[in-house]
Nanobody, 115 residues
């Protein structure tokens, strides 16, 4: 069992930056593929970025070059550094931990990009 708690969301102006954190507890963190997803009102939940246990990353085309995902296995934490934020990045951001046969979600953190 894995518990995930996101933090770091908030209101930011276009062009600004935020850093999201997701703290995990309960199980062996290092074996999981960790991901950040987002869901805007009326839309489906989509993958933003993911990082494997070995550190390989992949990003949605819409955030490439602006967002960076990283993980600290000793601290059981995954981060999402978001730069050059745009109004269309506004959404609830969810942390996910995935291993074959299991998937865990955090409660989400709101990110609002507005002037």
């Amino acid at each position: 069992q894995v518990q995930l708690v996101e933090s770091g969301g908030g209101l930011v102006q276009p062009g600004g930056s935020l850093r999201l954190s997701c703290a995990a507890s309960g199980s062996i963190f290092s074996i999981y593929v960790m991901g950040w997803y987002r869901q805007a009102p009326g839309k489906q939940r989509d993958l933003v970025a993911a990082i494997s246990s070995g550190g390989s990353t992949n990003y949605a085309d819409s955030v490439k070059g602006r967002f960076t995902i990283s993980r600290d296995n000793a601290q059981k934490t995954v981060y999402l550094q978001m730069n050059s934020l745009k109004p269309e990045d506004t959404a609830v951001y969810y942390c996910n931990a995935k291993f074959p046969g299991v998937s865990y979600w955090g409660q989400g953190t709101q990110v609002t990009v507005s002037s």
